[in-house]
């Protein structure tokens, strides 16, 4: 991974992706919580489970909301993806 890359917080890292805002918030509350349980163990949803193991584990995980849609098959997960300032497509990422 490249030291652009390395020195990205979660939002700097989310909004380089082109990840919506609302999904790097419930990213960020889940990783907070993670880092601070003794369980060690994520409170993502089933939902948002079953899509990151439904779109094979790119890393994205949507927010509760968009995970619910993208169940009922309103939205793809990648529509999610805008304004994504890393040069290849999503679901890679930049790896130098």
Known sequence: MGKLLKDMN???M???YGYPTCCIEDFMVNAM?????SGART???EE???VS???GYTGFVPCQKHAKEILRGEI???DLIVNRQ??????QGEHD
């Not at 919580?33 to 349980?37: D, I, K, L, N, Y």
């Not at 890393?86 to 679901?91: S, Y």
């Open 14 to 16: 989310g909004l380089h």
């Open 53 to 55: 193991k439904d779109t």
């Open 76 to 78: 793809k997960l990648e």
């Open 33 to 37: 919580v993670v880092q601070f349980s």
């Open 10 to 12: 979660f939002i700097d």
């Open 48 to 50: 948002q489970n079953k």
């Open 43 to 45: 409170t993502h949803t």
């Open 86 to 91: 890393c040069k290849t497509p999503f679901p």
